[in-house]
Nanobody, 116 residues
């Protein structure tokens, strides 16, 4: 079992920034993908950003230009830099790690609250 430990969530004013971190208990070098999803109140969980082993990244349209995902394989950690935060970014942010079809893991979630 792989443990994902998230940190960096909190309360921030609109226009502010936060940096989320997610540390894995297993080496992520060979992981197919690692990244972030979020679940806003009353909504389904949605993609925020993914970093793939190929080097490509994917962002949800509403996050492009504001959020940046990065991955440090030496530290088995993925980061999400969130700038220009909006109240609608308020959500629980979940770390996600996928090695293959049969090995997918989720973090416990970290709350991000953006006040107007």
């Amino acid at each position: 079992q792989v443990q994902l430990v998230e940190s960096g969530g909190g309360l921030v004013q609109a226009g502010g920034s936060l940096r989320l971190s997610c540390a894995a208990s297993r080496n992520i070098f060979r992981a197919y993908a690692m990244g972030w999803y979020r679940q806003r109140p009353g909504k389904q969980r949605e993609l925020v950003a993914l970093s793939r082993s190929s080097g490509t990244t994917n962002y949800a349209d509403s996050m492009k230009g504001r959020f940046t995902i990065s991955r440090d394989n030496a530290k088995d950690t993925v980061y999400l830099q969130m700038n220009s935060l909006k109240p609608e970014d308020t959500a629980v942010y979940y770390c996600y790690l996928k090695y293959n079809l049969y090995q997918e893991y989720w973090g416990q979630g970290t709350q991000v609250t953006v006040s107007s």
